[in-house]
């Protein structure tokens, strides 16, 4: 392959000073910027040979020789192939034009999906460094009144370094405010079945109980993914956590305490002591 350096211009042959002897290839690959190894392959392939040999049965390259894998050098910085180069130098119906116009559309669709790669990369910068790629107004109108854009902050300044951080940055980096949105109800969704459930009078371990808590582990998960032992971390966190506690239990009081009663009798039901529960 050749390496990255611009292609030979016209000039270079002249710098190179070939005479009617020719070249060796350790200087020919100098003046062009290609390898050895590559000369020693096209001149395998019938690609490029040299025409002269010197006494001792090196390759030496005419000036002929050199121009010829000047244009090799050049179509492969444009990206064609070697068959489509071997066509282009050997074929005189070829129609170069059109084969590098078809090449300069491929390039600019690479231009266009690295274009579409450098965005994406942009989102999921600031995705890692914000975590809703929102603008404020957008997250209150999206999560609510009671919602404090700064929370993102203190979210990545607490787990910034966490691969659930990572997780939850990749899909924020996909969202805008209609995904958002539709995460956002189904968790209000989901608060509106604990309530009705709470109102029920729903027990731990109970059939219907064990539902709301695989349902709180589904819509969790639109964060990132939630495992049995660090649901139960976070159903602790909902009862003692102040923040947390004066949510869950603004919507019924006492439903962040039942709710990791929910959660903890759940984790018991499938082999787990939610005393030894972390966070994974």
Not at 31 to 40: D, E, P, Y
């Amino acid at each position: 392959m050749t390496e990255s350096r611009p292609f030979p211009r016209a000039g270079v042959l002249d710098r190179a000073g070939v005479r009617d002897d020719g070249l060796t290839v350790g200087r020919v690959a100098d003046v062009l910027g290609i390898t050895v190894r590559t000369l020693h392959h096209w001149d395998e392939i019938a690609l490029a040979r040299p025409s002269l040999r010197s006494d001792a049965g090196y390759r030496l390259y005419t000036t002929r020789d050199i121009e010829r894998l000047q244009r090799i050098v050049l179509y492969r910085e444009l990206g064609l192939g070697l068959a489509a180069i071997r066509t282009l130098l050997d074929d005189p119906a070829a129609a170069a034009p059109a084969e590098l116009r078809r090449q300069q559309e491929r390039i600019r669709e690479r231009i266009a999906r690295l274009e579409q790669l450098d965005a994406g990369l942009g989102r999921m910068i600031a995705a890692h460094e914000r975590g809703v790629l929102l603008t404020p107004e957008q997250q209150v109108a999206v999560f609510g009144r009671d919602w404090d854009p700064a929370w993102a902050e203190g979210a990545r300044a607490r787990w910034g370094t966490t691969a659930q951080w990572a997780q939850y940055a990749e899909r924020s980096a996909e969202r805008g405010a209609e995904e958002w949105q539709a995460v956002a109800e189904a968790m209000t969704g989901f608060e509106q079945e604990l309530a009705a459930a709470f109102d029920d009078g729903v027990a731990p371990a109970d059939a219907a109980a064990d539902r709301l808590v695989e349902r709180h582990r589904a819509v969790f998960s639109a964060y990132f993914p939630l495992t049995r032992s660090m649901q139960v971390c976070v159903a602790r966190t909902y009862a003692e956590d102040p923040g947390f506690a004066a949510h869950y239990d603004g919507i019924r009081p006492g439903m962040a305490a039942w709710f990791r009663a929910l959660v903890d009798a759940s984790a018991r039901a499938h082999g787990m002591d939610p005393d030894t529960a972390i966070w994974e």
